[in-house]
């Protein structure tokens, strides 16, 4: 069964620096996007991406952010220069639409762990 | 501000029995709603979607979604301990993200 798989699993980086954080979505889907979750909170969406375009963003998804499909299969978010606050789970999802309906897989996660 | 509210729980049930969910969304033109399962340190895994006013079962589980009463459901029957989890409630808006609820944590006791 296709999966979103995401790079690296946990990231340690100091505050200030920039960090990528990686997702490959799933083969046929179209439609990318970007949660988080501080620990103990909600998920929270951060971005929506579609036909090279970001859709949709959240008030989280300052000038910090950003998102790049370089490639046929790989999807990223870099933070320019991350905060004590970024740290969090970092879902990466995918889905393709059929009509009215999207269903959105999600990947296993990168913590980010800002020192 | 688009809420998805749930109860956090935990709620505690014994095994084989019915676990109910419930959960409120404030966006009356909200069209898709998802159930999601989540074990404690891992990623949401999708249980049910569901997009029509009524029942939609499938194996154990059973949404249901009024959206005159903008609440959606989830049923658990035969609840086994491995279905101990935290069940999000996922609301689709614009842009097609999804709103989370807090979930609400499940203990299914043996």
């Known amino acids: 069964e296709p999966e979103v798989t995401q790079t690296p699993s946990h990231q340690v980086t100091q505050m200030g620096q920039e960090v990528i954080l990686r997702c490959v979505p799933i083969?046929?889907?179209?439609?990318f996007y970007w949660y988080r979750q501080i620990l103990g909170q909600k998920v929270e969406f951060l971005v929506s991406?579609?036909?090279?375009?970001?859709?949709?963003k959240s008030e989280i998804f300052d000038d910090q952010f950003s998102v790049e499909r370089p490639d046929g299969s790989n999807f990223t978010l870099k933070i320019r220069s991350t905060k004590l606050e970024d740290s969090a789970m970092y879902f990466c999802?995918?889905?393709?639409?059929?009509?009215?309906?999207?269903?959105?897989?999600f990947g296993p996660g990168t913590r980010l762990t800002v020192l | 501000q688009k809420e998805v509210e749930q109860n956090s729980g935990p709620l505690s049930v014994p095994e084989g029995a019915i676990a109910s969910l419930n959960c409120t969304y404030s966006?009356?033109?909200?069209?898709?709603f998802f159930w999601y399962r989540q074990y404690s340190g891992k990623s949401p895994e999708l249980i049910m979607s569901?997009?029509?006013?009524g029942d939609k079962e499938d194996g154990r589980f059973t949404a249901q979604l009024n959206k005159a009463s903008q609440y959606v459901s989830l049923l658990i029957r035969d609840s086994q301990p491995s279905d101990s989890a935290t069940y999000l409630c996922?609301?689709?808006?614009?842009?097609?993200?999804?709103?989370f609820g807090g979930g609400t944590r499940v203990l299914v006791k043996p």
């Open positions: 996922a609301v689709n808006g614009a842009g097609n993200k999804l709103t």
């Open positions: 083969s046929n889907h179209l439609y």
């Open positions: 966006d009356r033109g909200s069209q898709s």
């Open positions: 999802a995918s889905s393709v639409r059929q009509g009215m309906t999207d269903t959105q897989y």
């Open positions: 991406f579609y036909n090279n375009e970001i859709s949709e």
């Open positions: 569901i997009y029509s006013n």
